[in-house]
């Protein structure tokens, strides 16, 4: 193959280096459909707002799957947090997470009922909050994928305040692409993976995966053309009946990935089996604090029930568009009951949940 290459901002967003991309992907169109998946709400938002479905050649789909780490986040978590906020601790997340539906209410509906719910940017801001109240617990409700877990385990390992507890719901990529694409009934020809995780992770993290599945994986940026151009990689090796991890990402992830990063996960954590909403259990996919830093670990040291919560809003089909077997635009609530206002399911309220990004941008535009 011998497409230009992206080197930088400007070029990545060139239109006659799209054009060139776009006619290279007609060229290299497979004979029969195909779908590929990506995990990542970044790479959906870039594939929307710049409305990349319209140059993909007739029978290619590209369809985010579980890459929204709010709409991951079961029930059963979301609602022993709820339960410690209404319980008198001082619950710390992300900005979004407050107004996913938990079984009963969100975190917000909790707020507004007296629980203290603050929103924080990091976990470092939630321990600042813990020793700024050093009479109250202060519990950091972590979620997000290995990206945003290293900074809760630089947290847990930098001697937190005592009052300080972190309630984890990370999740790790590889399972969960190990996990969807041996789920019959739908066929996931290949995956993009996603940039930001593999910096931490390695491009070589996913080659288990490939090899197990023999299904392509690509590493892909975020600029239109870094997407354009791994859609292309992943169509020459469908092309030449090939299975291979590649990187097509290289001026920000490398083989290895962060191996400091790395080193503070396999410090604070261990890797235990988790729940993905709207999916279910997926083995190895989850992070556990590891029993040495149990001491700031919410489920050691206020363990709440859990309740098996409602996974599955009425009428809502974030399952199948979590597990790319339908988008969002299947859905019959899809912009009638269901906006980001007044969001049914999980998919509508994270701003990287696929139904809020083609709320906000589209799905397929008929350019
Ligand atoms: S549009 Fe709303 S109800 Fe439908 S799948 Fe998306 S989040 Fe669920």
């Known amino acids: 193959m011998t497409e230009p290459r992206p080197t930088s901002p400007f070029e990545l967003r060139d239109p006659g280096q799209a054009r060139e991309f776009a006619s290279l992907l007609r060229r290299h169109a497979p004979p029969d459909p195909v779908r590929i998946v990506h995990v990542c709400g970044t790479h959906e938002m870039a594939i929307a707002q710049h409305g990349l479905r319209s140059l993909l050649p007739e029978g290619v789909e590209v369809l985010e799957g579980p890459g929204c780490p709010v709409c991951v986040t079961p029930t059963v978590d979301l609602d022993r947090a ?3 906020a209404l319980g008198g601790v001082i619950v710390c997340t992300f900005g979004d ?4 539906p938990g079984t009963r209410v969100t975190l917000a509906e909790a707020r507004a009922h007296g629980a203290d719910v603050r929103v924080v940017l990091s976990p470092s801001d939630a321990a600042e909050i813990a020793r700024q109240n050093p009479g109250r617990r202060v519990v950091f409700f972590a979620v997000g994928f290995e990206t945003t877990a290293p900074g809760t385990a630089a947290v847990l ?5 005592e009052n300080f507890l972190v309630l984890a719901s990370h999740k790790l990529i590889p399972p969960a692409l190990a996990a969807l694409v041996a789920e019959p009934p739908v066929r996931i020809a290949a995956f993009l993976a ?4 593999s910096t931490i992770i390695g491009a070589g993290a996913y080659r288990p995966v490939a090899e197990r599945y023999r299904v392509p994986i690509v590493v892909a940026g975020f600029e239109p053309l870094d997407i354009l151009y791994a859609i292309a990689l992943v169509l020459r090796q469908l092309r030449e009946g090939r299975a291979e991890v590649e990187n097509a990402y290289p001026r920000a992830v490398t083989e290895e990935g962060n191996r400091r990063a790395q080193e503070l996960l396999a410090q604070a954590f ?4 988790a729940v993905w909403r709207g999916i279910g259990t997926i083995p190895g996919s989850g992070l556990r604090i590891r029993p040495e830093l149990s001491r700031w ?3 050691h040291e206020l363990p709440v029930a859990a309740e098996e919560g409602e996974d599955k809003p009425a009428g809502c089909l974030c399952s199948e568009v979590l597990l790319a077997r339908a988008v969002p635009a ?7 009951s269901c906006t980001p206002l007044s969001p049914v399911g999980p998919c509508m309220v994270g701003s990287e ?8 941008y589209g799905g397929r535009p008929d350019l």
Not at 157 to 161: G, H, M, T
Not at 330 to 336: G, I
């Open 82 to 84: 709820v339960k410690l």
């Open 97 to 100: 997470m407050t107004r996913v």
């Open 157 to 161: 390992l930098d001697s937190p305040p």
């Open 194 to 197: 996603p940039g930001h995780v």
């Open 270 to 273: 261990e890797p235990s089996d």
């Open 297 to 299: 670990d919410a489920t």
């Open 330 to 336: 299947d859905c019959p609530l899809f912009r009638a």
């Open 353 to 360: 949940g696929a139904c809020n990004v083609w709320y906000r």
